[in-house]
């Protein structure tokens, strides 16, 4: 697998652009796809902005200078797609927290690729209790695993910022599971 | 050692430390095995695809792609409409706001909010500033590429309702 820098280059040669970002792709697809799914939670929606983020990663790499990293760039269009979909639907929606955390247990059983147990669910549900930032860090640490230097490339917040964030969504989790744990 | 790192931040929390790590979905085996991403390998793979999916998401970008050139050379078309509806919109939202005194002072929001900071709990009002819309700056487009980012992503009806 070629370097960031080798893609981009083989991107910005005429008549080898489409082979490169093919190659970006296939680099990236999964990472990008899972940290948009854990974001949205269903395979639909994670496609369609999966999608979106590249045609949007295509459209940008002309003018891609190098500043930051070409993996952060790319993480924050697919977090930003991700939470213009999730801010879309809640718009449309209008609904209340209560409706929104039994919207996600519906939407999450409905989801023919979901897999988990009551468990996972409660977890997802619980999450829904948190503010997007929080929520955002909790996913990105706690799932993804990713170290707070890359995450606060990606979101432009401190390491300070995101240790307390993560500490605040830890702490209302953990509550929630225990007070909620008799589904 | 990370993940040692990982766990210790889990100490107060001994229900989501049980339940790291465990896999929310499932893959099927050996699935994934035959895609590099090794700038990744730490990423956790949880949740199930269909077959296939990551094979054919190339094609699929690229058509979509193909039609979004098409909807921009239409959108151009419809420029003149659009910057007379922002205009409009411009002269409304002034009319209102010259003729609708709803405006507190300074003193009296200052007196409000020391009236009322007490109310709040130090994780209300850290959620409070969290609540914030987060759109993270992607950088280097300049205006004129975020403005025909923002016209490609309107749907037509959205924009006939707009005009």
């Known amino acids: ?183 | 050692m990370f993940k040692k790192e990982l766990l210790e931040e889990l100490k107060d929390a001994p229900l989501l430390k049980e339940a790291f790590g465990l896999k929310m979905f499932k893959v099927s085996e050996g699935y994934f095995d035959a895609l590099d991403y090794s700038s990744f390998s730490s990423v956790h793979q949880k949740g199930e695809v269909p077959l296939g999916y990551f094979e054919n998401l190339g094609d699929q970008v690229m058509e979509k792609l193909d039609q979004a050139k098409i909807r921009k050379r239409k959108t151009i078309r419809m420029w003149p409409l659009l910057t007379g509806a922002v205009a409009a919109c411009i002269v409304l939202v002034l009319y209102f706001s010259i003729n609708m005194d709803v405006d507190l002072s300074t003193d009296e929001s200052f007196a409000y909010i020391e009236d009322n900071i007490d109310a709040y709990s130090e994780e209300d009002l850290l959620d409070l500033f969290e609540d914030e819309e987060l759109i993270f700056s992607e950088s280097f487009e300049d205006d004129s590429e975020i403005i025909e980012e923002f016209i490609d992503d309107i749907e037509d009806e959205d924009l006939q309702l707009l005009l």
């Open chain 1, 1 to 183: 697998m070629l370097e960031d820098d080798q893609i981009l280059e083989l991107i910005r040669v005429e008549g080898k652009s489409e082979a490169g970002f093919r190659m970006l792709m296939k680099k990236y697809q999964e990472p990008l796809y899972w940290h948009i799914r854990n974001m949205v939670l269903i395979h639909e929606d994670a496609d369609d902005v999966l999608q979106n983020t590249f045609v949007k990663i295509f459209k940008g790499l002309s003018g891609f200078k190098g500043n930051s990293k070409l993996y952060t760039w790319m993480y924050r269009i697919a977090t930003n797609e991700s939470l213009s979909l999730i801010t879309r639907r809640k718009k449309k929606q209008m609904a209340s927290l209560d409706d929104e955390m039994m919207d996600v247990e519906e939407r999450l059983k409905s989801d023919s690729y979901f897999d988990g147990n009551k468990v996972h669910v409660l977890l997802q549900k619980a999450l829904q209790v948190l503010p997007e930032k929080q929520k955002l860090v909790f996913n990105m640490r706690y799932f993804q695993n990713m170290s707070y230097k890359d995450i606060a490339a990606i979101t432009d917040v401190s390491e300070g910022g995101l240790k307390a964030s993560y500490h605040h969504a830890v702490k209302k989790i953990e509550t929630y599971v225990r007070e909620n744990g008799n589904v």
